[in-house]
């Protein structure tokens, strides 16, 4: 999958930065449902699961939840297309989560705070490789 454009409803984004806020200073976690054509992502649902981490600054989904929503979106011919997590502080991917990218090849999403201010931004491994990223593009709609 190499996408260059994750394209979300204000709406969404909205619930999921709600969701951060809830988790904060812990992180959120949410799955970004939707369709792939060409190169852009199309979220249509977010999916807010609960981090199983047992520390701060790291997020965990329960396997049998992750696996219940992938048979979930299956049925109603959706895919995950995302993966939303906060940060406490910048939304940058942490070494962890670069290397998790490797096993969830979808764009990550991630929000971050600083200031009391929620800022986004949007990653994915470049195509081919393990450990060089890619900015995603957000288009809000
Ligand atoms: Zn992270």
């Keep these: 999958m ?5 394209r979300i409803q204000e709406l969404h984004l909205q619930q999921l930065l709600e969701h951060a806020s809830q988790c904060w ?10 369709i792939v054509r060409n190169t ?7 999916h807010p699961v609960e981090n199983v981490a047992d520390a701060p600054s790291l997020f965990e989904v329960d396997p049998h939840t992750h696996y219940r929503l992938l048979l979930d979106a299956e049925e109603r011919g959706l895919e ?11 939304p940058t991917p942490s070494s962890l989560d670069v290397r998790n ?19 986004l931004r949007c990653f994915a491994l470049a195509q081919g490789t393990t450990d060089q990223m890619t900015e995603v593009r957000l288009e809000v709609l």
């Design 80 to 90: 995950v297309v995302g993966i939303f997590h906060s940060h406490p502080s910048d």
């Design 25 to 34: 200073p812990h992180e959120a976690v949410a799955f970004l449902l939707g």
């Design 101 to 119: 990218m490797r096993f969830n090849p979808v764009p990550w999403l991630i929000s971050g705070r600083s200031k009391g201010e929620w800022s």
């Design 2 to 6: 190499r996408i260059e454009v994750l």
């Design 40 to 46: 852009v992502a199309t979220v249509l649902q977010t």
